[in-house]
Structure formats: structure tokens, C-alpha cells
């Protein structure tokens, strides 16, 4: 088991109360790892401090025709 | 043969010869029922069907229109739904063997909507399980079926209202979008369907995939069919706070402006999976058409999708971890691919939740400042590949990487539009080398779905993809 099956292991059972077989949890480590990235590095990139989760309907409702 | 002839036509024209008193709506309901007893084996689109129920409402609409009342726009036309869709004391299940027999409490707004219009409701339609499955397949009710080829899958996961619409056996039906719910059904099986501006209808008393992602739309025959349907089910909802309180317009009586002078994007994106070259051409061909009736084409400057996608699969997989929680603990009934799919949920930081959420606003900016500067729609493919069989796309035994490789391809071009919450309507625009239809997507402005219904509804009056029946 490579570290970050282990500590994918170790949000299963610790932090969630879930078990999962050692193939499925680095199949899920796996997985999470290419989506955690992608968003980290796309946050880094474009967001600031004062970025709120509901500009989003505010800039549909600004831009609507 | 009389009845034949009334199934096969569309829901405005039925709508309007049952105001009129050319025909009734028991004779409109009698006819979806001639088509679904010839139907259904062959597509399994109903999970429910209420004909003595439906022949009852039918008749009771034709009272009422001859006392003078007409309820609405959709008086008398007979209707299907996602089974998704929640009416009081009916049994709902959300495509699952866990609701098999569950009873919703409540009647979901979008249904209340339609009863005040005066449709008629025939049944409810297979789906993809809890929605969460892009062809059709379903281990619980038997997977759907394309019409075009009953080998084929129908897309997902509104499966049963694409297959319904498309066969004829309904005038028009719901469905739901959370990453191409509506669009790859409406383009797999060659009818119309409208993914509106987050906010444009509600989700209340619907069954969510993702609370943040979730559109509710109708699959049609043809656009104004559509435009008529999502003027009755749009609207602010109490019941909802994600509505707009933004006026619905008059989409219908905007549908006939034509495409003179109107600029319109046009893109091949290989998001994560490439345009098969018979799909590009077809696509191609639907920007010559509107070029010639005076549409002004131009390439779409696409920002890159990845992300957008994403971003997209952290929300819908942490949301749908967290509703489906206690379910999935106790070790309930999913198919695996639908309970594997949901898994990685409980292993996202909240933090990197969050920031898809924040990232959304950007995003949005992002694709108006580019690919839609000076234009008013992009357009590109629904699916970018013939549509396949159902046992290519059978993951239920491998699940994990391969179910999500096929989702991936699948969504490729469809999810990033669920994420900028944008209109994107889906119009059939030809049949692959296997006689499977194809659909090009439009995507508009926020709110602006009469721009996309006009750009549809003027390429329908060139073109006659959307007179082909299934035989």
C-alpha cells in the first residue's frame, strides 16, 4: 500500500467510518488526487481573498440578456 | 391509422387542435396509448404507466374545454415524466431499487406547473439510477432503449424521456441535466432538448444528483414545442431559492425572428474526448445551413475545459456523498457503477469544495469574455461520437477508472455547461453511420434561451432531421 492509499485508508476509517478494500481505496486515492490538483492549482491561479461562492448567480443575473 | 396519425404529430399543433375543437384529448391520450403498447417492449422507456388515470384526466379536459375553460397552453396533451419528478401519494423512485416503492409527500413544482396548464400525465419514464449514469443503462428496471436500434443506448440519464419523445409515444417529457442529462438523451435519440440558465426552473420537489449542478428542462419533437413547454414549467419558486426572479419571456412568440445577422460561434473541442470526424462534418453542415439563411459564422475562441470538468465532478461527487450518505452506509442497493462514482466524495477536503464552488464565477466571466465576445451562441457537438451499444458502455462489472473514463467521454461537452450554469440546447442535426441521430449543441448568453430557440427553430425550417420517426 503506497502512502497515499494508506492515508486514503485513513480518511475511510477514521474521519468517514467506511471500510473499502485496498484496491478500491487506491483507485479512490487515485482519483482524488487528479481532482484535488486540478482545483488547487486552478484557485491558486484565479482566486482571491474576496471571491464568494454566490458571485456566481450574481455574474448570471449581471451578464443575463 | 387515425390515431397513428395524431401520435405522430407534435405537441403545439395537438395543443392547438385540442383548443380548437378539432380534436379531443382523449382521442390525443388514445393515441400515445396506441404507440406505447407498440413501443414500450421495444424501449422499455416507462417504468409506470397510469392509463386509466390518464383517460380520466383526458376526459375531464375535454369537459372543461367544452364549458369554456382552457387551462393553459398545454390543455389535453398527453405527457410522460423522468420518474424523478414528485406527486403527492405516488410512488417515486428516482430510477433506484431503494425508492422502488416510496410515496412522495409532496408534488414537485415543475409538475404543479403543468397540471395548471392542463397537461394530461401518461406515467413516469426510466432513468439512470438516482441520475447518475450518461447512456441509460439501469441493472434495477432493465435498461432503456434506443428506438432508432434497440442495440443502442439511448443516453442519460433522462433515458426514458428521449426514447418516449422520440418514438412517439409522448408529446413532450421532463427531464434533468446535471452534467448532460437532457442533451445527451435529446442527441442519442434525435429530439430537442433545453438545459435553461441555472435558476430558470425550480428543482423543488425534484430528486437532486447535485443541489448545485441540477437543471430541470423538457425533451420535445421540435423547438417550438420546446419553447412552449419551458414557458409553462419556467418561473420564480418560493419552494426554491436558486430561481431567478427574472420575467419568463413569450419564448414562442420570439421563435420566428429568423438568424439574419445573428453571429454564432462555432467549435470542435476535444474535451476529453475527440469529435469523431462524422460528427464534426455534421455539425459543420449545420453552420453551413444557418450561414445560408444569413447567420454570420465564426470561429469560437473555447477556453480549455479540464478544469471546468473538474470542478464540475468535486461538486456533484461531494454533494451526492454527503445526501446519499446514509444509504450508502448501510449498504443499500446501488449499481456498483453508480455507488463508485459517488465514492470519492467523502475523500475531497471541504477546502477544495469550496474553491470549485468560488472558481464557478470565474469560469462563467471567463467563457463570456472569450467564446462568447460578439456572438450571441456557440455551437458545438452534444456527443462527440457515434452513439454506442449498450453492451460497449456496460461497465456494471468493472466500475471504478472504467466507469469514469466513460462518463468522461460521454460529458466531455456537455458538463462544462453545467458548471457556468449557461442555456444549451440540444437539436438534431443528422444520423451517424450506424442510422443513429446526432445532435448539435447551442450555448447562449445567462437567460437567453429565445436566442437558442430562434437559432433551433429557424435551422428546423431548413432542415427535416426532426421529421424522421423510428420505424
Redesign the interface.
Known amino acids: 500500500m503506497d502512502d497515499k492509499t494508506r492515508l486514503?485508508a485513513g480518511?475511510?476509517k477514521q474521519l468517514?467510518?467506511?471500510t473499502?478494500d485496498d484496491k478500491?481505496l487506491a483507485?479512490?486515492?487515485?482519483?482524488?488526487e487528479?481532482?484535488?490538483e486540478?482545483?488547487?492549482?486552478?484557485?491558486a491561479q484565479?482566486?482571491t481573498f474576496d471571491?464568494?461562492?454566490a458571485?456566481?448567480?450574481?455574474?448570471?443575473?449581471k451578464?443575463?440578456? | 391509422m387515425i390515431n397513428d396519425d395524431l401520435a405522430l404529430r407534435d405537441l403545439s399543433e395537438v395543443a392547438d387542435a385540442i383548443a380548437a375543437g378539432r380534436i379531443t384529448s382523449v382521442q390525443a391520450t388514445e393515441a400515445c396509448l396506441e404507440r406505447i403498447a407498440v413501443w414500450q417492449p421495444r424501449t422499455n422507456a416507462f417504468l409506470r404507466l397510469h392509463k386509466e388515470k390518464a383517460l380520466e384526466q383526458a376526459r375531464a379536459m375535454d369537459k372543461e374545454l367544452a364549458a369554456g375553460q382552457r387551462r393553459g397552453p398545454l390543455h389535453g396533451v398527453p405527457m410522460a415524466h423522468k420518474d424523478m419528478y414528485y406527486r403527492t401519494g405516488e410512488i417515486s423512485t428516482g430510477g433506484s431499487a431503494i425508492r422502488r416503492s416510496w410515496v412522495a409527500p409532496v408534488t414537485s413544482t415543475v409538475l404543479q406547473k403543468l397540471d395548471a396548464a392542463g397537461v394530461v400525465e401518461l406515467g413516469f419514464l426510466n432513468m439512470a439510477e438516482f441520475a447518475a449514469g450518461p447512456t441509460g443503462h439501469n441493472v434495477h428496471h432493465g435498461h432503456c432503449r434506443n428506438p432508432w436500434d434497440d442495440k443502442r443506448v439511448t443516453g442519460g440519464s433522462s433515458s426514458g424521456s428521449g426514447a418516449s419523445v422520440a418514438a412517439r409515444m409522448v408529446y413532450g417529457a421532463l427531464g434533468s441535466d446535471t452534467g448532460g442529462s437532457i442533451r445527451l438523451p435529446a442527441s442519442a435519440c434525435g429530439v430537442v432538448g433545453m438545459k435553461a440558465t441555472y435558476g430558470r426552473v425550480s428543482r423543488a420537489g425534484a430528486v437532486a444528483r447535485s443541489w448545485t449542478l441540477d437543471h430541470v428542462g423538457p425533451l420535445t419533437r421540435t423547438v417550438r414545442d420546446n419553447a412552449r413547454m419551458l414557458a409553462v414549467v419556467a418561473g420564480q419558486d418560493p419552494d426554491d431559492s436558486t430561481t431567478s426572479e427574472k420575467p419568463v419571456p413569450d419564448y414562442e412568440a420570439l421563435l420566428d425572428g429568423g438568424v439574419q445577422g445573428l453571429k454564432i460561434g462555432f467549435a470542435l473541442p476535444d474535451a476529453l474526448a475527440p469529435v469523431e470526424p462524422q460528427i464534426g462534418a455534421a455539425v459543420q453542415a449545420a453552420a453551413d445551413a444557418l450561414g445560408k439563411l444569413g447567420a454570420v459564422i465564426a470561429p469560437a475562441k473555447m477556453p480549455d475545459f479540464t478544469a471546468l470538468y473538474r470542478a464540475a465532478e468535486v461538486i456533484v461527487k461531494c454533494e451526492a456523498a454527503a445526501m446519499h450518505r446514509p444509504w450508502m452506509e448501510a449498504d443499500a442497493a446501488y449499481a456498483n457503477q453508480v455507488r463508485t462514482r459517488m465514492e470519492a466524495g467523502f475523500f475531497i477536503p471541504a477546502t477544495q469544495y469550496i474553491d470549485a464552488l468560488r472558481l464557478r464565477a470565474h469560469f462563467v466571466r471567463e467563457f463570456l469574455d472569450a467564446a462568447m465576445d460578439g456572438v450571441d451562441a456557440v455551437m458545438l457537438p452534444a456527443i462527440p461520437f457515434p452513439v454506442p451499444t449498450i453492451e460497449e458502455t456496460d461497465v456494471e462489472a468493472s466500475g471504478g477508472p472504467a466507469t469514469l473514463s466513460m462518463v468522461a467521454r460521454f460529458t466531455g461537452l456537455t458538463r462544462p455547461f453545467n458548471t457556468l450554469g449557461l442555456p444549451a440546447l440540444s437539436v438534431p442535426c443528422g444520423f451517424d453511420g450506424n442510422g443513429a441521430p446526432i445532435g448539435l449543441q447551442l450555448i447562449g448568453r445567462p437567460f437567453d434561451e429565445a436566442v437558442l430557440y430562434r437559432i433551433g427553430h429557424a435551422y428546423q425550417g431548413a432542415t427535416d432531421h426532426h421529421r424522421k420517426v423510428p420505424t
Request: hydrophobic share 55%; proline share 3%; charged share 25%.
Open positions: 486514503a480518511i475511510a468517514q467510518g467506511l473499502y478500491r483507485e479512490i486515492a487515485a482519483e482524488v487528479v481532482l484535488n486540478t482545483v488547487r492549482k486552478a484557485a484565479h482566486l471571491d464568494d461562492p458571485a456566481f448567480a450574481s455574474v448570471l443575473a451578464e443575463a440578456k
